[in-house]
Structure formats: structure tokens, C-alpha cells
């Protein structure tokens, strides 16, 4: 079965952080730019990272900038998003999503080969 699995997902206070695996299964990362994504109640779904194929460029929503570092591990077929500084408003569910191209540019807007099923992020005291 080819499917993507997020893990990592909980409850933190704010300030805390929180490192979110992305594992694939059936099929290899190697050939696809990955992002994440996250859905707050009531919002709809936002990008929130991108890495391409081979590490060596990343994207950051605004938001998350300086607090999130996205990275991926190819041997592990996983690809991780840290997340530290974490604030009340970074709760959403988080999903990743393997995109149909190498590159970041424009991800946002790419209809995705594959989608996690969807980790939830709750940041409270």
C-alpha cells in the first residue's frame, strides 16, 4: 500500500517544541519534493514548508520562519519538520504531502501525489 504517515504530533506548552516524522511506505521519497501543510479549525489548508528532492533548498511560510527547519533523510524515507518556539496559533492538524516535482517553487498550489493522513499540534497551557 503506498501511503504516507505522519508521527510526532501532541500537546505542548507554548514555547515548546515538537519534531514531526513524515515516513513513506510502498514507494520512495527519493523522487519528490515534500511539504508540509496544516489546517487550523475553521481555516483552510496552508503551506507551511517545502524541501526539495535532494535537501538543498527549502521554503518557509512567513509564520514559521526561524521557529520550523524541514529536513529529510532519503535512507530513511522520512522527512522531518522541527518545530521549536511553538506558539498557541501553530495548533492545526499537520499533514505532509509528496509533490509531483523536485523543486519547492510554487508548492503551495501543486496538486500532491500522495497526502498523510494528519497529525494533530495542539499548542496550550
Known amino acids: 500500500q503506498l501511503q504516507l504517515v505522519e508521527s510526532g504530533g501532541g500537546l505542548v506548552q507554548p514555547g515548546g517544541s515538537l519534531r514531526l516524522s513524515c515516513a513513506a511506505s510502498?514507494?520512495?521519497?527519493?523522487?519528490?519534493?515534500i511539504g508540509w501543510f496544516r489546517q487550523a479549525p475553521g481555516k483552510e489548508r496552508a503551506g507551511v514548508s517545502c524541501i526539495s528532492i535532494n535537501g538543498g533548498s527549502t521554503n518557509y511560510a512567513d509564520s514559521v520562519k526561524g521557529r520550523f527547519t524541514i529536513s529529510r533523510d532519503n535512507a530513511k524515507n522520512t522527512v522531518y519538520l522541527q518545530m521549536r518556539s511553538l506558539k498557541p496559533e501553530d495548533t492545526a492538524v499537520y499533514y505532509c504531502a509528496a509533490l509531483p516535482q523536485g523543486y519547492c517553487s510554487g508548492y503551495e498550489f501543486i496538486v500532491p501525489d500522495y497526502w498523510g493522513q494528519g497529525t494533530q499540534v495542539t499548542v496550550s497551557s
Open positions: 510502498g514507494f520512495t521519497l527519493d523522487y519528490y519534493a
